[in-house]
């Protein structure tokens, strides 16, 4: 029953809509048969997991793959890097989570995300006029015009890599994406070479970068990185790099989804797009409940349990494969009201979109402004925007959910 | 519908014409006051404070208050909403009748109530020698004047500032200090900081904590007497262990004493270790029996815990005095079936030498102890306490995202030592050790949490003398 439902969650045919699935899956908030994974579907079980010091993120501690949909692929960290801190557990996942912080967030660069305001301000115009300048406006592909090059460009620019370089290593970013992607139907050995591959030349990419950064610091974080001599000391070269192949690849990944499910909701709310561009502030709350009822990460399919744990009166064993469905906790109508409806005007969301506890979205501060930016810029000056599919056809992904273009148009492009 | 409120219609009566009378304006007082407003009490509310202030908030005064960063008049109490009160600030409750339902206060005016709330809270225990108490530079630290006398004394530049007693507002003292660059010792008559909250094993990382970040710490001794200089300031102190130490600021930081004397002869179950209510923060009189108008909330009430054995607790916990608050406003205007218990779990937070203390439950409970994430070694830890087999309460320091599994396995009487493998596990947390907590008979500054007697049923319960 539960395999059925997962692989109908996994099925492209739904990935439009998952949201039925989700629903039917909440039924039981815990489910489990045969050997696949235990999945979770409810919201308070799924908080308090994520707050619990017997789940790991570690997949050494997992017991079997068994018969996980997911579990059949290779660690797509694998032979190549050594997992980034998003894989480990305390104390290691501290240590490498506070050394990058640094210099990315207070306490130690309290301004540093705020600082970026302009410069992200200046992208979204730039990208804005590109559409503006190409003429075209009754096809607009939101993905490839603005919702992809944005954080990408960022991301670059953060960490110090140059633009120009971006077709290289967009092409290794979408392979590791995908690999995330549960395919039951691929070929595992395939899939798995063909991700190895490309985290080994991305490796090397980075490797190239981090060894001239040394020699030669900016102020970018890749260079902070492989400086740094904070009360942590110094990063190992590995270490610098499997961070910065982690901030790179969820650079490109993730926000990316969160804006275009963004305007894909906002279109289909036109009255809540109108406000926004009466009121540039209200993208603060809408970016928070598109947290909620849009997150493009929809589940996180890599925990396991160190003890036999008890969740809802079900005994999940030692080493047992988890599936966190946060999309599926945040719509939970036992924690939010009337949890299908979008409305930025809901108090107290506190959502599992950008997860929570240790491992919660490092770039959250990063998404956020990102999305707040591109989001209230794109009501403003977007003239009677409409979708022109809808639904618009989906990225394979099942984890990281959203559109692979957003063709729209608009009657006119606002200075 | 059972309750007479309900049936006589006398409830509505007090929701929409009755007096409520709030006595203790600050952090317990405010909040009821405003969930009562929240709840539709339309009636006439007095809130009567002996400070001049408004409500304001204490925690910042013993840190970013005495760093400089925030001036003492700017920690006003944020308001969730109006509660369109009468206010009579700066002017003390002085007595209570009972069978009158009035409050008596020192201008000589009464003000007269259908409910009454208690929210008087603590004062600092003075230094027990009145004369040398008043020497200048002797501080003391519970109210906003408190801390920006103590502020500017500490901007003015001493040699050395003296602390004495090394609980959670000591340490917080000393840190700032540090902090400021100020030289500073502490005495603590117990064997390490917080020793009394939080026991010896963890007073030894905190022992650790001082000493490294260059506080003279002076263990197991006691300031015996101040000294003054002929113009009455403060110069020197002298120690049980015949050392003297000299300073020309000396904060009295030994703990506090319940605001409960106005309260005397009155009736009411009030006395030195604070107010004993019932679960649902109605007050008890002298007979043990529980009043049905007069409730009491914050660091004044001492009241009974179903997870903790009944034992009643006197918690000094900002998140205690909200949480009761809010339970006692909405208890004063329901009937007997829609009260609610304040089943609050204790938590506390304390900063300092920029660590942050995080702790939930009843550590003085705990006989045990067991370091379950993180280590000692790296003052980054987890550590739960143990009571009859049980978890009992958890401290962590710069740890705090766990507290809230802890909490959970606390609410649910999870066993101890806990059967379960957690990430970040080192080998100092595979076996439980002695908490060592001191004999309660031998005072240390004294413990945020005080614990006395058992069911509100039990017929033995007696009111113990303060210590
Ligand atoms: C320096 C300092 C630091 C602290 N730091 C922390 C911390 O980090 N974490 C934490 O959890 N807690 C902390 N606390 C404790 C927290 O501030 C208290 O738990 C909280 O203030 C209790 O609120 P209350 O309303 O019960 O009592 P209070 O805030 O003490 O208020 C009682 C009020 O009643 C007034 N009053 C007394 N008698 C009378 C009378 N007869 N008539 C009229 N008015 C009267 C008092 O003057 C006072 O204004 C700290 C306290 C201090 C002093």
Not at chain 2, 33 to 43: D, I, P
Not at chain 2, 384 to 406: E, M, S
Request: overall charge negative; charged content about 25%.
């Amino acid at each position: 029953m539960t395999q059925a439902l997962l692989r109908e969650i996994i099925d492209y045919a739904n990935r439009a809509n998952p949201y039925p699935l989700y629903e039917e899956l909440r039924k039981t908030p815990v489910s489990h048969d045969g050997d696949g994974p235990y999945v979770i579907s409810t919201y308070y079980e799924i908080h308090s997991l994520l707050h619990d010091p017997r789940i790991s993120s570690d997949a050494k501690n997992l017991k079997a793959t068994g018969n996980d949909p997911l579990g059949e692929q290779p660690d797509e960290e694998g032979a190549t890097l050594p997992p980034s801190f998003l894989k480990l557990d305390p104390p290691d996942h501290d240590r490498l989570r506070r050394m990058t912080n640094r210099p990315f967030g207070p306490p130690h660069a309290p301004h540093r995300v705020h600082d970026m305001r302009d410069e992200l301000g200046g992208l979204v115009s730039g990208l804005i006029d590109g559409i503006a300048d190409t003429g075209q406006l009754d096809r607009i592909d939101l993905v490839d015009q603005f919702a992809y090059p944005f954080p990408v460009t960022v991301i670059c620019r953060l960490l110090g890599i140059p633009r120009e370089d971006e077709p290289r290593f967009h092409v290794w970013a979408e392979t590791l994406a995908a690999s995330l992607d549960p395919d039951p139907d691929a070929d595992p050995t395939q899939h798995g070479k063909g991700t190895m591959d490309a985290r080994m030349e991305l490796g090397m990419y980075l490797a190239g970068l981090i060894e001239e950064r040394r020699k030669k610091p900016g102020d970018d974080m890749l260079s902070q990185l492989a400086t740094a001599d904070g009360p942590d000391g110094a990063m190992t070269t590995m270490e610098a790099l499997s961070t910065s192949a982690l901030l790179l690849i969820a650079g490109h990944e993730t926000t990316v989804n969160l804006i275009t499910n963004g305007m894909l909701t906002l279109l289909r709310h036109p009255e809540v797009l109108q406000r926004l561009r009466d009121d540039p502030d209200l993208a603060v709350p809408i970016v928070e409940e598109l947290l909620r009822y849009e997150p493009p990460v929809q589940l996180l399919p890599q925990r396991t349990t160190l003890s036999d744990i008890e969740v809802a009166g079900v005994t999940i064993p030692k080493g047992a494969s988890l599936w966190l469905m946060l999309a599926s906790g945040n719509r939970d109508p036992k924690r939010f009201e009337d949890p299908n409806r979008f409305d930025p005007d809901r108090k107290d969301i506190q959502h599992l979109g950008l997860g929570s506890g240790i491992h919660s979205c490092f770039g959250a501060p990063l998404a956020r402004q990102e999305a707040q930016l591109a989001l209230s810029e794109l009501a403003r000056r977007l003239e009677n925007p409409r979708l022109l599919e809808d639904p618009p056809p989906y990225r394979q992904n099942a984890v990281l959910r959203g559109p692979r273009h957003l063709p729209i148009a608009c009657d006119g492009i606002r200075p | 519908m059972t309750s007479t409120g309900t049936h006589d219609g006398s409830l509505e009566r007090l929701k929409r014409e009755g007096r409520i009378v709030v006595v203790g304006a600050s952090l317990a007082g405010l909040r009821a006051a405003e969930t009562m407003r929240e709840k539709g009490f339309a009636g006439s509310l007095t809130m009567i404070g002996d400070e001049p202030y408004e409500p304001y908030d204490r925690p910042p005064l013993s840190k970013q208050v005495l760093l400089g960063n925030a001036v003492a008049d700017h920690t006003a109490l944020p308001r969730r909403r109006a509660i369109d009160a009468d206010w009579r600030l700066g002017v003390p409750a002085t007595g209570l009748d009972m069978a009158a339902r009035r409050v008596e206060l020192g201008n000589g005016d009464a003000v007269e109530y259908d409910r009454l709330l208690i929210a008087t809270g603590v004062r600092a225990r003075p230094w027990p020698n009145a004369e040398e108490g008043a020497l200048k530079g002797v501080f003391v630290l519970r109210t906003r004047d408190d801390g920006e006398g103590l502020q500017r004394a500490l901007a003015a530049g001493p040699r050395r500032v003296l602390v004495i007693g090394a609980g959670f507002t000591g340490s917080e003292i000393a840190s700032a200090c540090r902090e400021r660059g100020l030289d500073v010792t502490v005495a603590e008559r117990g064997d390490a900081p917080l020793v009394g909250a939080l026991g010896g094993v963890i007073g030894a990382v905190a022992a650790e904590m001082h000493r490294e970040n260059g506080v003279d710490l002076r263990t197991g001794v006691m300031v015996t007497s101040l000294e003054g200089d002929p113009s009455g300031r403060v110069r020197a102190a002298h120690f049980s262990d015949g050392s003297t130490v000299e300073a020309d600021v000396v904060v009295v930081s030994l703990g506090a004493q319940r605001n409960t004397e106005w309260l005397s002869g009155s009736g009411l179950g009030a006395g030195p270790r604070g107010i004993a209510c019932d679960a649902g923060c109605r007050a008890f009189d002298v007979r043990g029996i529980v009043t049905d108008d007069i409730y009491v909330a914050g660091d004044v009430a001492r009241s009974p815990h179903a997870l903790f054995g009944y034992q009643f607790l006197s918690l000094e916990h900002w998140g205690n005095a909200v949480a009761q608050a809010d339970t006692a406003a909405h208890n004063m205007l329901s009937a007997s079936a829609d009260r609610r218990p304040h089943l609050w779990v204790p938590a506390f937070w304390s900063s300092q030498f920029g660590v942050n203390i995080k702790s939930v439950g009843v550590p003085p409970m705990g006989t045990e102890i067991l370091i379950t994430q993180g280590s000692l070694a790296e003052r980054r830890f987890a550590a739960a306490y143990g009571y009859q087999g049980r978890l009992i309460a958890a401290v962590t320091f710069d740890n705090c995202r766990w507290l809230p599994f802890y909490e959970q396995q606390i609410e649910a009487t999870a066993p101890f030592p806990p059967p379960f493998s957690t990430v970040d596990r080192r080998p100092e947390g595979t076996k439980p050790m002695p908490a060592d907590f001191p004999d309660p008979s031998v005072p240390t500054h004294g413990p945020t949490i005080t614990l006395s007697g058992y069911s509100p049923a039990d017929r033995k319960m007696t009111f113990t003398p303060g210590r």
